[in-house]
């Protein structure tokens, strides 16, 4: 039998997900008579797509005299697949057909669905040809793009060129572009699908709620970049929000066929990380959504599948060389063959770490500290760490990776610490090896933070610290005789390089004098942790040094702090600039939440600064996924 309480909480997600498509109706609709205007693609390394249509018979986008352009093959096509075509719209297409003087202008006929709408000359000038596109019963509506003759590239790419297409405008006549029926019942779907698993993995019917128009807030914006409600994009959000629905009724299997549990909400906190997995592989999947240097990532594993196992990246200006580890390209040899988007590959497995380490900081904390909603509170926040977000979406995932799995094997060491045994030693030694051999930062950083993790633990820690100490030099050494010994000649040249003060009169390097580099380290410490995150970091940390006791928990944050912190003013005063801010999103995610909690528990003043930072910490994390997809 179903309880009340059952009904009224799927009574609530029902209505949470029925207020999202109503939300988004309305967003729409607010949009008014707005154009869906851009190229066709994105030349640049972000390498962005358009959401509201899928091209094809395009060459890659190209910049030349200050125009952003993509050539067209002799036929090529525009297709808007959920396009209502209950309004007329305008169609805009800005082209030109460049020609030598010897051959004749080329003709263009342009069609709607196979019907030949209209035919223009093109010459070497720019032209704006326009389409009046009538009402119709039809759902979606192909435009084709058929030019009379076309130049040979050449004989190593003997693709056609047609015609340069500088932009691509839809505009509806008198209304706002509807919002397709099936692309609200997916958005309502996926809503209540969210909300369904928050409740699946134990949360309240309050708490399941905040989940589902949390996720409705994220997939309502990105179903509004760039049209993406036209487009396929509806599509991925309802299959991430299935797999993030059968996660979590997995968890639930096993959570009720567990007999003993040492924490009864570790479900929720599961829910949490396999929720913010999802969340995010449906950012990735948005069409219009930064790729960067990803692609950089998928040669570089292509490289390792050809048995080119050792090489080398560079800095910024002035370029200094250093060995580029392949961890994270070793990880998806199993899975290459079963996804053929290995982008996709690279940053499902990424993510994959991400959310696992989330779940790793529930783990500990609730172990060490027996603190459930500081646990909880954790596991939560820890995906909505600007920085993580930002190093995931420029593409740099082998740090990403890297630094996620070093947490992860951080979290173990703290529980050798706690008691040593043999599976947990291993599983760490493991894990550090990994987190070496995925980023040289990684590496370095590492070097660094695990011998003071040992060093601050609490007195009479020689026990303690052995077990920690074992796992950092098999690791280490494992390390260092596998991969960063074949590189003496290039740390020589490098520090050679260094030596001679290599780059110092150029703008913006890394080798600039601390006082033009201190401006920027604050700007970019700011950008990566938000303001609200750093005062409640300030706060926890002030909580943990009023504490009675020291235990690992609060040795692995203190030398994780020490660590950041250090490498801060290192890469201030030399050019060893590392990404250490990002080996610092544990650290800031667990002393915020630790803050943010002790101030929930005092006075009424105290309890609103408390929601207060907790709210702009998630509208802030949220607003930087936001803003990693946008229209080219």
């Not at 589902?212 to 994009?233: E, N, S, T, Y």
């Not at 002035?318 to 899975?335: N, Q, R, W």
């Amino acid at each position: 039998m179903w309880s009340s309480r059952r009904f009224r909480l799927l009574a609530a997600i029902a209505g949470a997900a029925l207020v999202a498509a109503a939300g988004l109706q309305i967003a729409v609709r607010l949009r008014g008579d707005a154009p869906l205007s851009g190229p066709v693609a994105d030349p640049t390394w972000r390498a962005r797509g358009r959401a509201c249509f899928e091209s094809s018979g395009f060459h890659p986008p190209q910049m030349s005299e200050g125009s952003l352009f993509s050539w067209s093959e002799e036929r090529a096509s525009l297709r808007f697949p959920a396009l209502v075509r209950s309004v007329p719209y305008r169609l805009e297409l800005r082209l030109r057909a460049p020609r030598s003087a010897r051959r004749p202008d080329a003709q263009v006929a342009l069609s709607i669905d196979g019907e030949v709408r209209g035919t223009e000359t093109l010459d070497n000038r720019w032209r704006t040809l326009r389409l009046e596109v009538p009402p119709d019963d039809r759902r979606g509506m192909t435009v084709g793009i058929q030019l009379s003759d076309s130049l040979a590239r050449g004989v190593k790419s003997p693709r056609s060129l047609g015609a340069q297409v500088e932009n691509v405008s839809l505009a509806p006549l008198g209304a706002a572009i509807p919002a397709p029926p099936r692309v609200l019942a997916a958005l309502a779907l996926a809503t209540a699908a969210y909300g369904l698993g928050a409740a699946l993995c134990g949360a309240g019917a309050l708490a399941a709620l905040l989940v589902a128009f949390f996720a409705a807030l994220l997939l309502a914006q990105l179903l509004l970049v760039d049209g993406a409600f036209v487009g396929r994009h509806a599509g991925s959000q309802l299959l991430c929000a299935a797999f993030a629905l059968a996660a979590c009724g997995l968890v639930r299997f096993v959570s009720g066929r567990l007999r003993s549990q040492a924490f009864p909400e570790w479900p929720a906190a599961a829910g949490l990380a396999v929720g913010a997995f999802c969340l995010k592989l449906t950012l990735a999947l948005h069409p219009a959504a930064l790729v960067g240097d990803a692609l950089f990532q998928v040669h570089r594993a292509e490289w390792v599948l050809e048995g080119k196992l050792f090489f080398t990246s560079v800095t910024p200006k002035p370029g200094f060389e250093f060995p580029y580890p392949i961890g994270l390209y070793v990880s998806a040899i199993p899975f290459w063959s079963l996804l053929p988007d290995h982008v996709l590959l690279l940053r499902a497995l990424t993510l994959g770490a991400e959310s696992l380490a989330a779940f790793g900081l529930y783990l500990v904390v609730r172990r060490v500290w027996g603190d459930v909603f500081t646990a909880l509170a954790a596991t939560a926040l820890f995906p909505l760490v600007p920085i993580g977000t930002q190093t995931f979406t420029i593409g740099n995932l082998s740090n990403n990776f890297g630094q996620a799995v070093f947490a992860l094997a951080l979290i173990s060491l703290v529980a050798c610490s706690q008691r040593s045994r043999r599976l947990v030693w291993i599983g760490a030694a493991g894990l550090l090896s990994l987190s070496f051999l995925s980023h040289f930062s990684t590496f370095l950083i590492g070097v660094v933070l695990v011998p003071v993790f040992a060093l601050v633990l609490p007195r009479g820690s020689w026990a303690r610290a052995r077990p920690v100490l074992a796992a950092f030099l098999l690791a280490l050494g494992l390390s260092y005789t596998f991969y960063y010994a074949r590189f003496h000649d290039v740390y020589r040249a490098t520090l050679e390089r260094v030596w001679s003060g290599e780059g110092r009169d150029l703008e913006r390097s890394i080798t600039s004098p601390p006082a033009e580099k201190l401006p920027a380290l604050a700007r970019f410490v700011r950008d990566s942790y938000g303001i609200p995150l750093l005062l409640g970091a300030a706060t926890g940390l002030v909580v943990l040094a009023r504490a009675p006791s020291k235990d690992p928990l609060t040795g692995a944050v203190l030398a994780g702090l020490i660590t950041v912190c250090g490498f801060g003013v290192l890469g201030l005063l030399t050019p060893a600039e590392l990404r250490a801010t990002l080996a610092g999103q544990p650290v800031i995610a667990v002393l915020a939440t630790l803050g943010l909690s002790a101030a929930a528990r005092g006075r009424l003043p105290s309890r609103l600064v408390s929601a207060a930072l907790a709210v702009a910490t998630a509208g802030h994390g949220l607003s930087v996924w936001i803003e990693a997809v946008a229209p080219p």
